[in-house]
């Protein structure tokens, strides 16, 4: 399962894998619409955003997306409420990560 979201992280947004993290499992979300569940991973990458945006321009599978954004977590929060009820529950999950990471 984690190798599997790495890979997807490099086919999709063309970073190469050694600038990335090990993945961390953060939690699941169910979709209200079809009750399908999504899988919340949480990923470091040590390349800066403009670069991460020149990959995705020629990424492998980067015709599975339109577009990509790169925000801190404080833009992010203001666009929550346009996110699908899974996606903001990933967020929700992420929160809730960094908020127990900052307890330790």
């Known amino acids: 399962m984690f190798d599997s979201i ?7 947004i063309g970073v190469p894998a050694t600038s990335l993290s090990t993945p961390v499992f953060i939690g699941l979300s169910r979709r209200i619409l079809n009750v399908r569940p999504a899988a919340f ?9 403009k670069e991460i945006h020149q990959l995705y321009s020629s990424a492998l599978d980067g015709y599975e997306s ?4 790169t925000v801190s977590p404080v833009i992010l929060e203001h666009m929550k409420s346009k996110m699908p009820g899974c996606h903001q529950g990933g967020f929700a999950l992420y929160k809730l990560m960094i908020e127990a990471s900052t307890k330790v």
């Open 6 to 12: 790495s890979r997807e992280v490099v086919e999709e």
């Open 41 to 49: 991973f949480y990923m470091k990458c040590n390349l800066p955003s």
């Open 66 to 69: 339109i577009q990509l954004h």
